[in-house]
């Protein structure tokens, strides 16, 4: 027997909870909706300004009109499904659906006016443009923010927590944990900044961009000006010069900058998934939740796992958008119109990323004592803090050590060096009684020069 109808994306199925926000706006209802705002928008542009003897639709009227959008309903979504099953052509159904409308409200006689002198690209890159930018400032954004604000807060909270950090994965001169994650909130501010720069561009001027119908209807308009008012009323940036498609270049741009978000967050999730490893932050459990299914001791840290996976799978399809996007043969070919469909598809990757990592942040804790043991069992780290200030006490005249680096290195390279032995070296140094007290009050922990200090940048 086979299965009822079942969802192939987990977008669709088991992450559903977490993404469905995005099905608002990049949709194929949500497209529609925006289509039906944009063709509307037109007719009513049209009628406002007069063009070819029309007077401007009165307040109800232009109420009634908009409530299609407002009140766009699984009811609209069916008949615009039934009249694409006839038109074989999705832009012609909304014409189709918005020219019943305008019989039943009696206005007929500006049915002409609807999709006038537009091409299909003219409504759909401008409903593309609305759709990607709400699902962007409603629903990506604030998932991501919500990462930088639980991001920020343990910044400022371990700003102080020494920790042994690991070039190479080996032990190194220490840091605090809050200045290492105050790092990917100041890398992901930067990165949203340049997100929220995007520019959102549409262009509106016929089939092949040169307002040849338009100019053919009606000779003495400035088309370009009204072409400029309508896309800019939309709250977007005019592209005057196109092919038939919006030449997509700010959409690659924006799927770039996502995806270098995603690529940062991914690095987040394996530097947190290995001071999990090394048992410097705890899982805390979840209460009836299980580890693994045969080792009962265990908490896993799936979703840091999860969120790598979902941020993968996001940048490889934003990357392959970015990419198909740019180009379209000569005046247009329909690459872009397939390829579009799956903006929310590879938004929706990051999105349950995004949750994954909040959560996962959310569910953490420092062990400040397994920090300490680390820093206590790594005196050696402080080699590089001894040969740096003898080479300032060789330059100021007060030590006439030949070589501090082989000095040192002959000390620490390759090998565990206690308190007690740096302690002794310190003391036996030819260097100035300042210095030598300085380097003897040094420990491990206190080693971390302007970590804590490093962490107000984040208020810059
Ligand atoms: O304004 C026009 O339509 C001009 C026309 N170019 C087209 N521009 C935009 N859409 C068009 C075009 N052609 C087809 N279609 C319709 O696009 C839909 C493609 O379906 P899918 O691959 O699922 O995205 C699917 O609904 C197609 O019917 C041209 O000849 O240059």
């Not at 608002?24 to 009628?47: F, M, P, Q």
């Not at 050590?401 to 565990?416: N, V």
Request: glycine share 6%; proline share 4%.
């Amino acid at each position: 027997m086979t299965l009822p109808p079942q969802p192939i994306s987990p977008l669709d199925g088991r992450y559903r909870p977490a993404v469905q926000a995005l099905g608002d706006h990049l949709s194929e209802a949500g497209l529609n909706r925006a289509r039906v705002l944009v063709e509307i928008d037109w007719l009513i542009y049209l009628t406002d300004h007069g063009m070819f003897g029309t007077t401007p639709l009165t307040q109800e009227q232009q109420r009634s009109l908009r409530s299609l959008v407002d009140g766009f309903d699984q009811a609209s979504i069916d008949e615009l499904a039934s009249l694409e099953a006839t038109t074989r052509h999705d832009v012609k159904a909304v014409e189709y659906f918005i020219r019943r409308r305008l019989d039943e409200l009696g206005l007929t006689s500006i049915a002409e006016l609807t999709h006038f002198a537009c091409t299909s690209e003219d409504i759909n890159n401008l409903s593309y443009a609305l759709t990607i930018r709400s699902a962007v400032s409603s629903v990506w954004l604030p998932a991501f923010d919500a990462v930088i604000a639980e991001l920020t807060r343990q910044a400022e909270l371990y700003r102080d927590a020494p920790m042994l950090a690991h070039t190479h994965g080996q032990p190194a001169t220490p840091t605090t944990m809050g200045k290492e994650l105050a790092v990917f909130v100041h890398r992901l501010q930067r990165v949203r900044a340049q997100i929220v720069a995007t520019e959102y561009l549409g262009k509106f001027s016929g089939a092949t961009a040169t307002f040849a119908a338009h100019l053919a209807a009606d000779p003495d308009a400035d088309w370009q000006a009204i072409s400029n008012e309508f896309v800019t009323s939309l709250g977007l940036t005019w592209n005057p010069l196109t092919t038939q498609i919006e030449s997509h270049d700010w959409q690659a741009e924006l799927y770039a900058r996502i995806s270098h978000a995603n690529r940062i967050l991914h690095n987040l999730c394996t530097d947190v998934w290995t001071y999990i490893s090394m048992g410097y932050f705890t899982q805390i459990p979840v209460e009836g939740a299980t580890g693994s299914s045969t080792m009962p001791h265990k908490v896993n840290p799936i979703r840091f796992e999860n969120a790598e996976a979902n941020l993968e799978l996001s940048s490889a399809l934003l990357d392959s958008l970015a990419s198909t996007l740019v180009t379209s043969r000569l005046q247009r070919d329909l690459t872009d119109s397939s390829a579009q469909r799956n903006i929310g598809v590879a938004l929706g990757h990051s999105v349950l990323a995004l949750d994954n990592i909040r959560g996962g942040l959310g569910q953490i804790s420092l062990n400040t004592a397994a920090l300490e043991a680390d820093l206590d069992s790594n005196w050696e780290v402080l080699g590089e803090a001894i040969q740096t200030v003898v080479r300032a006490e060789v330059t100021e005249g007060r030590s006439s050590i030949a070589d501090p680096y082989a000095l040192l290195k002959e000390l620490t390279r390759g090998r565990r060096v206690g308190a007690a032995e740096m302690a002794e070296f310190i003391r036996g140094l030819d260097i100035g009684d300042a210095a030598k007290e300085r380097l003897l009050a040094l420990t491990p922990a206190r080693y971390v020069g302007l970590a804590s200090q490093l962490v107000d940048h984040l208020a810059d």
